[in-house]
T-cell receptor
Framework: GAGVSQSPSNKVTEKGKDVELRCDPISGHTALYWYRQSLGQGLEFLIYFQGNSAPDKSGLPSDRFSAERTGGSVSTLTIQRTQQEDSAVYLC????????????FGPGTRLTVL | AQSVTQLDSQVPVFEEAPVELRCNYS??????LFWYVQYPNQGLQLLLKYLSGSTLVKGINGFEAEFNKSQTSFHLRKPSVHISDTAEYFC????????FGAGTRLAVHP
């Protein structure tokens, strides 16, 4: 079966522009996570969706970052007014839902802000 | 709050030698523990996880890890490494979201 997919694989944008990153989780997975991997900060949690519950946004670094999950499946991470420090690889993961369940990661979107 | 410390940022080792990658965690509540591997230019892949029960956990590719509650450690070991084990290894704890360590880069030399 298909794994977690993310698009685009690479995104280059200019400072101040908005970007949207997409994640398609594994079918049947109720939990979806966004993480960020950067040289300076390592792997950081951003946001977590579980079913119809309110998302856990505790990892979002600023109000320029937002995410939504439509129909309990596809998710979009939006970064408004991008800054150079937003350059990183954005990783999406999905799982069956409990904290004991394995999170399966997508290949990531590499964002470069010029 | 939870945190993870990986004590070595880089570990060079010769092929067929044993290796241990160290991981210590801090948590005020019970957590689950994971090791993920990231091969060059690839995504994160689960190696193994500890949920409960036996403290020795076996994973893929011949890796194993031992959970030690008194020392709050979850070290990863392999008795004989291969060139193909060259990768970055991440220890993580979770109560739902994963909290990762900084990673250990394992470099296996011929």
């Amino acid at each position: 079966g298909a794994g977690v997919s993310q698009s685009p694989s690479n995104k280059v944008t200019e400072k101040g522009k908005d970007v949207e990153l997409r994640c398609d989780p594994i079918s049947g997975h109720t939990a979806l996570y966004w993480y960020r991997q950067s040289l300076g900060q390592g792997l950081e949690f951003l946001i977590y969706f579980q079913g119809n519950s309110a998302p856990d946004k505790s990892g979002l670094p600023s109000d320029r970052f937002s995410a939504e999950r439509t129909g309990g499946s596809v998710s979009t991470l939006t970064i408004q007014r991008t800054q150079q420090e937003d350059s990183a690889v954005y990783l999406c993961a999905s799982s069956l839902g409990t904290s004991a369940d394995t999170q399966y990661f997508g290949p990531g979107t590499r964002l470069t802000v010029l | 709050a939870q945190s993870v410390t990986q004590l070595d940022s880089q570990v060079p080792v010769f092929e067929e030698a044993p290796v241990e990658l160290r991981c210590n965690y801090s948590s005020s509540v019970s957590v689950y523990l994971f090791w993920y591997v990231q091969y060059p230019n690839q995504g994160l892949q689960l190696l193994l996880k500890y949920l409960s029960g036996s403290t020795l956990v076996k994973g893929i590719n011949g890796f194993e890890a031992e959970f030690n509650k008194s020392q709050t450690s979850f070290h990863l070991r392999k008795p004989s490494v291969h060139i193909s084990d060259t990768a970055e290894y991440f220890c993580a704890v979770t109560t739902q979201k994963l909290i990762f360590g900084a990673g250990t880069r394992l470099a296996v030399h011929p």
